[in-house]
C-alpha cells in the first residue's frame, strides 16, 4: 500500500493506492500538509468501473476510483465536482459541459486559437468548484485537478467562476446560444455530477448544486467547431464585443499554448 498526501481545491487530503502510478499521476499535487480526511479505492468501485470500461488497466481504474472518493468526501466541505472543461479568462472562469465526444475540448482550444490573449486552462475534464457563501454573497470558485481527461489540459490555477455553458451539436448548420431557465438546470447539472454511493454526500451535493444555479448564469449552446462558434460564446459568457484574431492554429500548436500561458 502506497501511503501520501495531495492537495485540492485548498484541501489536503491523504490517498491510500495499490500501485505507485496513483503518486505519480498525483505528483505536481503531492503535500506535506495534515490531511483532512483519507481515501482510497473500494473494490466494488473498481469493479463497477471495469465493467464500463473493461479495457482499462488495473491502476487507472483505482486512479478513477480514488477521484469518485475524493468527489464524495469534498461535498462535506461545500466542493462539487462536474464534468467538464473549464478555462479562464482576465480571471473569471467558464466551464464548458457536454456528453463525452461533442466536442467541449475543440471548444475550449478554439477560444485559445481565436482568443488568445487572456484565455488560461483551468481543468480539461474534472474541475473542483469550492461554493463560498459570506456577506450575503456567494462565490464559487473553479480549481484545477490532476484529472483532466486525455488531452492533460491542466495548470495549477483558480478562478473565480462567471458562467457554465452546456454544449450540443448544431442540427441546422448555424451557432446559437440562449440562457438555461431554472427548471432546466437541475437536470442538466446532475449529467455532469459525480454521484456518490453515501445519500448525505449526495444531498449536500445537491444543495450545493442549486446554490451553483442561484450563483451562475447558465446556457445552452447549439454550435458547430467555427471561429463563430467562438463569438457566439464568448460574447454570451463574458459580455464583450467579440473580435477575430484570424489566426490558424493546429491541435499541436494549442496544446503547447496551453502549456507556455
Not at 153 to 173: L, P, T, V, Y
Not at 219 to 244: H, I, K, N, Q, W
Amino acid at each position: 500500500m502506497d501511503v501520501f498526501s495531495i492537495e485540492l481545491a485548498g484541501v489536503p487530503m491523504e490517498i491510500r493506492s495499490r500501485y505507485n502510478y496513483c503518486r505519480w499521476f498525483c505528483r505536481d499535487y503531492l503535500t506535506d500538509r495534515p490531511p483532512v480526511f483519507s481515501v482510497y479505492a473500494e473494490d466494488d468501485r473498481i469493479a463497477e468501473l471495469k465493467e464500463f470500461s473493461p479495457e482499462l488497466r488495473d491502476e487507472f481504474l483505482e486512479r478513477d476510483a480514488i477521484y469518485s472518493a475524493i468527489a464524495s468526501r469534498l461535498s462535506a466541505l461545500n466542493r462539487v465536482t462536474l464534468h467538464g472543461a473549464c478555462i479562464s479568462y482576465r480571471g473569471r472562469g467558464y466551464l464548458f459541459a457536454a456528453a463525452s465526444g461533442t466536442g467541449k475540448s475543440t471548444h475550449i482550444g478554439l477560444w485559445k486559437q481565436y482568443v488568445g490573449e487572456g484565455v488560461d486552462i483551468v481543468n480539461g475534464d474534472k474541475p473542483i468548484f469550492h461554493v463560498q457563501e459570506g456577506d450575503g454573497q456567494t462565490k464559487i470558485t473553479a480549481y484545477d485537478t490532476p484529472w483532466c481527461g486525455k488531452e492533460g489540459w491542466n495548470r495549477k490555477h483558480s478562478a473565480q467562476m462567471g458562467a457554465i455553458c452546456f454544449i450540443s451539436r448544431s442540427e441546422d448548420g448555424k451557432n446559437h446560444i440562449r440562457p438555461v431557465e431554472p427548471e432546466e438546470a437541475v437536470s442538466l447539472l446532475l449529467r455532469h455530477m459525480f454521484h456518490p454511493y453515501e445519500p448525505e454526500a449526495t444531498g449536500r451535493m445537491l444543495e450545493l448544486l442549486d446554490k451553483i444555479i442561484e450563483t451562475l448564469p447558465l446556457y445552452d449552446l447549439r454550435c458547430d467547431m467555427s471561429e463563430d462558434a467562438v463569438r457566439c460564446s464568448f460574447e454570451a459568457l463574458t459580455g464583450e464585443r467579440y473580435v477575430s484574431r484570424g489566426i490558424q492554429t493546429t491541435r499541436s500548436e494549442i496544446q503547447k499554448l496551453w502549456r507556455m500561458s
